[in-house]
C-alpha cells in the first residue's frame, strides 16, 4: 500500500505546470480550428468561382452577337439573302460580302447602313449582286459575310456556304450546304485609330485652359503686390 501510494506521488504534476501548459493547448486548438476555417474558405471561393464563370458564360451566350445568313432563289433571274438576329442584342449592318471559294478575295461588296433587332430577321433582292459573282455559267459553292457593329465593336461573321447552279445566267438552284465552323468575331485595327463621330460633346472642356490662364494671371499679380 505504502509503494502504491509512492508511485502515485511520483507521477502528480504541479499545479503551476499546468497552468503553463494551458497557453499550447490553446494555440494548437487554435491551430487546428485556423487550418479548417482556411480550407473551408478555400472551398468557398473555388465554388464562388466556378459560379461566376457558369454566370459569364450564360451571360456571354444570351448578349453574345451571332447571325445565320441564308442565300435563297426567288426566280431564275433572282435570289434573296436572309440575314437574321440569333442574339438578344441588336446590331448595325455594315458590309456584306459575296465570293466564289475559288477567289481569296471578296468578288462583290455591298455597303449597308441597316439595323437589325435581336429575334428578327432582314432581307434584300440580290440576284444580280450573285450573278455578277459566279458568272454566266457557274456550279459550285459560293461563299457569304457580313460586317456589322455591336456594342460598339465591330464583328465579321464566318463565310457562309451555298450551293449554287447558273445555266445561261439563270439560277438553276441554290441550296445551303454548310454552317460556318466558328461564331462571329471582333474585327481588330491594328495601327489604325478608330475613327468614330462622337454625339455627344463636352462644352465645359474647351473653357478648362481659359480659366487655368486667367488664375496664373491672377497668381502673378498677387505676387506682385506683395
Not at 502504491?4 to 503553463?20: A, D, E, H, K
Not at 456584306?96 to 437589325?116: G, I, T, V, W, Y
Not at 449554287?164 to 474585327?187: A, D, K, Y
Request: overall charge positive; aromatic content about 8%; hydrophobic content about 40%.
Amino acid at each position: 500500500m505504502h509503494t502504491s501510494l509512492q508511485m502515485m506521488n511520483s507521477f502528480r504534476v504541479p499545479w503551476g505546470t499546468l497552468i503553463s501548459y494551458i497557453p499550447v493547448i490553446a494555440t494548437v486548438v487554435t491551430t487546428f480550428f485556423s487550418v479548417i476555417l482556411a480550407r473551408a474558405t478555400l472551398r468557398y471561393v473555388e465554388a464562388t468561382d466556378k459560379g461566376l464563370a457558369l454566370a459569364r458564360e450564360e451571360f456571354e451566350r444570351e448578349w453574345t452577337p451571332d447571325l445565320h445568313i441564308k442565300l435563297e432563289r426567288v426566280s431564275p433571274t433572282e435570289a434573296r439573302i436572309i440575314v437574321t438576329n440569333l442574339a438578344k442584342t441588336s446590331v448595325l449592318l455594315q458590309l456584306l460580302q459575296l465570293r466564289k471559294l475559288s477567289h481569296a478575295m471578296p468578288f462583290e461588296r455591298c455597303r449597308l447602313n441597316d439595323p437589325l433587332v435581336g429575334g428578327l430577321t432582314w432581307q434584300q433582292e440580290m440576284g444580280k449582286r450573285i450573278l455578277a459573282c459566279t458568272g454566266y455559267e457557274f456550279e459550285g459553292p459560293i461563299a457569304t459575310a457580313m460586317t456589322f457593329y455591336a456594342a460598339g465593336r465591330m464583328y465579321r461573321t464566318d463565310w457562309f456556304r451555298s450551293q449554287i447552279v447558273v445555266r445561261e445566267g439563270r439560277i438553276v438552284s441554290l441550296e445551303p450546304s454548310t454552317m460556318p465552323t466558328r461564331r462571329v468575331r471582333q474585327v481588330e485595327r491594328k495601327g489604325q485609330p478608330e475613327r468614330r463621330r462622337e454625339f455627344v460633346q463636352d462644352v465645359a472642356a474647351g473653357a478648362e485652359p481659359e480659366k487655368s490662364e486667367s488664375q496664373k494671371e491672377e497668381k502673378s499679380f498677387a505676387t506682385g503686390a506683395s
